[in-house]
């Protein structure tokens, strides 16, 4: 039985999400799930240095405008250029570290 965040390792050795898409794929709901996964995959950033493994981080971007945010791991409400919220979610992929 793994745990929920050995299921997202697994799902992000195999292809990039959105912490949407994760949230999805594990089946949680409701507002908090967004941020439960954030905190994981900030932990699992972690872990995954002792493993010769990264979290790579395509950033969140601005569908307005384009504006990129920097890679981090969060999902921001508002672009700073054109203040719209149509943001698109930031993807995560972990690789291995060459
Ligand atoms: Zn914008």
């Known amino acids: ?41 900030k932990a699992i950033q972690r872990t995954l240095k002792r493993e010769g493994k990264v979290l790579l981080i ?8 384009g504006f990129v945010f920097k890679p981090e791991i969060k999902v921001p409400s508002k672009c700073p250029r054109c203040k719209s919220e149509w943001i698109e979610e930031p993807r995560f992929k972990i690789v291995v570290r060459d």
């Open 1 to 41: 039985m793994m745990t929920r965040r050995q299921r997202i390792i697994s799902l992000l050795e195999e292809g990039d999400y959105s912490p949407s898409e994760l949230a999805k794929a594990l089946d949680m709901r409701g507002r908090g799930s967004i941020k439960i996964i954030l905190e994981d995959l």
């Open 58 to 65: 395509k950033p969140a971007e601005c569908r307005n405008c």
